[in-house]
C-alpha cells in the first residue's frame, strides 16, 4: 500500500507496509524515508492530525509513530515548530551527508562546487565575473518576464524568442558590422552547442584552427564531423593552406578572424578575401567564431569576416565573454539554405533555448543596458591591457628579456611568446606555480599535444596565454606583479 | 579603411571607402548601413562633434554628410533629440521591415510570433501559462542572483549547479519516492535533450511507447538509437512483450509509468516489477519519464519506479508542467555506471545548461514556493478534470453515447476513446473545428501513422486527447462548452 500526503508546505511519497500493522508500519516508512535521504534533516513533517487526516489514520496512531522516532533520534519535536527530521549525526546512518554531497568533480575535470584554486588567476577563458551586471539584469528580467506574453512560457520558435533575433540582427549590424534580418538567427546555448549543432548538420571535414580551444575540436568530431587542423600565424589563419592537399574535402572552415584564439592575430585583409573566395569557389561554409568581437582598443579593421559573405558565412557569437559563460546564450546568423536544417537539429537537441534569459538579454539590448555594459568592461579591460604592457615592456625591474608580447590589440587575452633563449613553457609554468599564480601553456591548445620531446617542442612556438580579464579588479595588479616575477628569471 | 565609432548609447562598425573622399565616403557608408538594417529605423546617430572627432574627420565633414542623408529621407533631424535613422516608409527601399521579420514559421510547423490560434484551446502538452508564477519567481531570481558566488557567473560542472541539485534529490526523494543524491543527477534543458543525450550515450534499441510523442522518437532516433514500438492497453506499457522477439535487442525501455501519455493509464504493478526483472536480467536501462507525476488526484500508488531499481533507471523529470516549458528546466537522475558518459555528453552537447535559471529554481525549492505552487495548480486542474468528468458523463443535454473519457486519475490530459458505434476521430476532429476548438487527435500520436483506410483505422483506438490544463481558468468553461457540443453528435 503506497500512500500520498502533503503538508502546507512539502510532499511526500510514502509507501506504507500494511502486514506491518499501522503504527509500525508508518514508522517503518517515516524512518526509511529519513535514512535514505528522502526526508532530508530539518524538514518540518505535518502535524500528527494532517496526517491522520491524509492517510485515513486514527491521530493516536500517527502520535505514537512520531514520538517512537523522536524517541530513536530520528525526529525532533520543538515547541511551536513542530515535528523535523534530527539533524546530522543526531540520527541514524544512511543520511547523505551534504559534504559528500558538494565534493567530486566531473568526468573531464570540470571543477564541481569550489576547487582548490591558486592565489593569482591569469588563466583565460572568461571575463571579470564580479563585473556581471547583477542588478541590472534583474532589472530588464522584470521589466521582460512582466511584459512577456502567456504564450512566452510555452513552447516556441525552436529558433529562439523573435525579441532577441530582433534586438541582435539590429545590434550585430550597428556593432558588428553582420548583414542579417531576425529570420536567419538562432539563439543557441553557447558556443559549444553551435559547434555542435554544426557538426551534425554539415558533416563532413572541418578545417579548424590550431592552435584553439581542444573541446571545441572534440565537440565538432563527437557530432560526426572530421576534424583538420589549420596553422596559424601572425596574420591569423593560414587561409592558403586551404587549397592545398590536406584540406582536400574540407567543406567548413572554422575560424577567429578578429582576434585568434588563443595566437592573438587578426585575419589579414587579404586572407579575408581568400577566405571568402574559397568559400565561394566551392559552396563551402566559413564559420566564423567572433567569441570577443567587441572588445578590440586600437582602431583598426575588424567588422565581421560575414559582412563580406552572408551567403557563406555562419557567425557564431556569444554572451560568454560580455556577460559571462552562465547565460549560455550565443547565435548562429546563417546563410538562408542553412536556416532549416539547423533550427530542425535545434529542435531535437533541446527543443529551444530557455526563454526568460532570452527575453532579458532582448530587454538588456534594447534599452543599450548591453551597450553601456560592454563600454564600460572594455574600458576596463583596455586599462589592464595597457598595464599588462607596461609592466612586461618596461617595468619588471631587471628587464626580463626571452620573451615577446603579442595579441594584445583587442580580447580578453594576450600572448607572451617565449624565445629560444629564455625559459621554455614548462619551466615557466612550473616558475608560475611558485608564485601561486595560474597560467595556461599554449602546450595544450594544439590540436594534437607535442611529445614530450626537445624536438617536437622546437617545433612549435612556445608561449603562455595570458588571460588579464579573468581576475577581478582588486585581484588583477597583485597577479600581475606574480607574472612579471615568473618572468623575470634572471 | 574601417573605421569604428561609438556613441553614448549604442556601437557601430563603418567602413568608409576612402577612395570616395571623406564626405561622400562617410555619406555612403551610413547610407549603407542603413539601407541593409544594420542601423535600424529610429536608432539615434551620434552627434556631430562626438563622430567627428571619433573618425577624424572635422566635424563640418559630417555635418554635411548629416545633411545630405537628411535630405535623402534616411536620416531625420529633430531639435532636441538629435538625427535619428528615418523610421519606414519615409527612407529608400532595401531596410527588412519589422513586419516581414514578425512572420515566418520554423522547418516543422512551429510557430514564429502569434500563428492564427482557434478560440478554443485544449490541444495537450502545456501547462495553463496564464499561472506562471511571475512575481515569485522574480523574487526567487532576485534572492539567487545576489547570493550566487562570482564563480556562478562562469563555465561550471556540466551536471549543472550544485545547489539545484541538492534541492531536487531532496524534492524528488520525499514528493516522488526517487532516490538519489546530488552527485547522481544531470540539469538538461528539457526532456527533449535528456532523450538525445541517453540516445547518443546509449545507443542500440530502445524500446519506446506507442502511442507517444512522435518527437521525442524522432529525437532518439536522429542521436544514434532505433526505436521498437511497444504497445500499450489500460495498464500501461506491454512489459510482457519486452522479452518476445520484436525487443530482442533492445537495451533501453523508456516508459510513463505514473501516467501514460497519451492513453493516460497507469502502469500496473505487476508490470512495474517485470520491467525491473527485464532491467536486472539484461543489465538493461528503463527510463522513466514522469513529464506530470506531480499532477495525481485520487490515492494510488504512484511513486517513481526508480525508487524500485535505482542502479537499472534513468528517471526524467521536468518543470516543463509545473512551471512551464520555457524555463527549459529537466533532470536525469542516474545510475551510477552511467554518470561519466551523460556528464561528458553534456559537455560535448552545450557544457552545462544555462546557471541563472538553476539557481533560481533551487530557490524556488528551498524556499517551498516550488511545493506551494504545485499544489494550487493540482487543486485547480483537479476541478478541471471533475468538471471535464462531471459535463462529459452527466450533462451533456443529451447523453453523448458513443465515447468513454479515460485517464483522469491524474495528469493535465484525458483520453475521450470513441467507440465504434459512433463519431471517428477524423469526424469528431471536424466537428470540433467547426466550434473553433482546437484538439488532438489520438491518430498523430502513433509510431507509425495507420494509413488512411478504414482496415487499418479499425485496427488501433480511436480517441481524442483532452487537454484541460492548457487553457486559462477564464477560458476553460467555454473550451468545456465547445467540447460537449462536438461530443453531442446525436
Known amino acids: 500500500m503506497a500512500e500520498y500526503w502533503s503538508t502546507l508546505d512539502v510532499d511526500l511519497h510514502l509507501a506504507v507496509d500494511p502486514a506491518s500493522g499501522r503504527r509500525v508500519g508508518l514508522e517503518q516508512a517515516l524512518r526509511e524515508a529519513i535514512r535514505d535521504g528522502r526526508l532530508g534533516a530539518g524538514t518540518r513533517l505535518p502535524s500528527t492530525r494532517t496526517l491522520a487526516a491524509e492517510l485515513g489514520l486514527a491521530r493516536g496512531t500517527v502520535s505514537a509513530a512520531y514520538d517512537q522516532l523522536v524517541a530513536e533520534g530520528h525526529l525532533v519535536a520543538t515547541r511551536g515548530s513542530g515535528t523535523r527530521v534530527a539533524e546530522l549525526g543526531t540520527q ?102 553551435g559547434l555542435a549543432l554544426l557538426g551534425q548538420v554539415l558533416g563532413g571535414t572541418f578545417a579548424m584552427e590550431d592552435p584553439y580551444i581542444p573541446l ?38 572554422v575560424v577567429t578572424p578578429s582576434h585568434q584564439y588563443p595566437i592573438g592575430s587578426t585575419l589579414h585583409p ?72 539547423l533550427t530542425e537539429a535545434k529542435r531535437h537537441a533541446d527543443h529551444q533555448s530557455e526563454s526568460l534569459g532570452q527575453l532579458t538579454l532582448a530587454e538588456f539590448i534594447a534599452s543599450h543596458d548591453y551597450d553601456r555594459h560592454i563600454r564600460a568592461a572594455r574600458l576596463r579591460y583596455r586599462r ?12 619588471a625591474g631587471r628587464p626580463a628579456a626571452g620573451f615577446a608580447l603579442g595579441g594584445i590589440a583587442a580580447g580578453l587575452h594576450a600572448l607572451v611568446r617565449l624565445e629560444p633563449a629564455g625559459m621554455t613553457e614548462a619551466e615557466v609554468l612550473k616558475r608560475a606555480a611558485e608564485f601561486d599564480l595560474d597560467l595556461e601553456g599554449l602546450g595544450d591548445l594544439w590540436h594534437t599535444p607535442p611529445a614530450n620531446t626537445l624536438a617536437s617542442s622546437a617545433a612549435r612556438p612556445q608561449g603562455i596565454v595570458v588571460g588579464f580579464g579573468s581576475p577581478t579588479e582588486a585581484a588583477y595588479p597583485r597577479a600581475l606583479d606574480a607574472l612579471v616575477r615568473t618572468l623575470s628569471w634572471r
Do not use: C
Open 92 to 193: 541514524g546512518a544512511g543520511n547523505p551527508s551534504p559534504a559528500k554531497a558538494t565534493a567530486g568533480v566531473s568526468a573531464r575535470g570540470e571543477p564541481a562546487g569550489s576547487p582548490q584554486r591558486l592565489a593569482h588567476n591569469l588563466r583565460p577563458g572568461t571575463p571579470d565575473l564580479s563585473h556581471f551586471p547583477r542588478a541590472a539584469w534583474l532589472r530588464a528580467a522584470r521589466r521582460a518576464v512582466n511584459a512577456a506574453p502567456n504564450e512566452a512560457f510555452g513552447y516556441g520558435d525552436p529558433r529562439g524568442r523573435i525579441e532577441l533575433r530582433r534586438a541582435l540582427a539590429e545590434y550585430l549590424g550597428r556593432a558588428r558590422g553582420v548583414r542579417t534580418d531576425a529570420e536567419r538567427i538562432i539563439i543557441v546555448s553557447g558556443a559549444v552547442q
Open 216 to 253: 571545441f575540436h572534440e565537440v565538432v568530431r563527437s557530432h560526426g564531423a572530421q576534424v583538420a587542423p589549420l596553422p596559424v600565424d601572425d596574420d591569423g589563419a593560414r587561409v592558403d593552406l586551404l587549397r592545398g592537399p590536406d584540406f582536400d574535402g574540407a567543406g567548413t572552415a
Open 270 to 341: 587579404a586572407r579575408r578575401q581568400a577566405l571568402v573566395e574559397w568559400a565561394r569557389a566551392g559552396r563551402r561554409v566559413i564559420v566564423e567564431d567572433d567569441y570577443d568581437g567587441e572588445f578590440r582598443y586600437d582602431r583598426q579593421p575588424v567588422g565581421a569576416v560575414q559582412g563580406m559573405a552572408p551567403e557563406r558565412t555562419v557567425y557564431l557569437g556569444t554572451a560568454s565573454k560580455t556577460l559571462g559563460p552562465a547565460v549560455r546564450l550565443a547565435w548562429l546568423v546563417l546563410p538562408e539554405h542553412l536556416v532549416g536544417p
Open 384 to 395: 589592464r591591457r595597457d598595464l599588462l604592457a607596461e609592466r612586461l615592456h618596461t617595468r
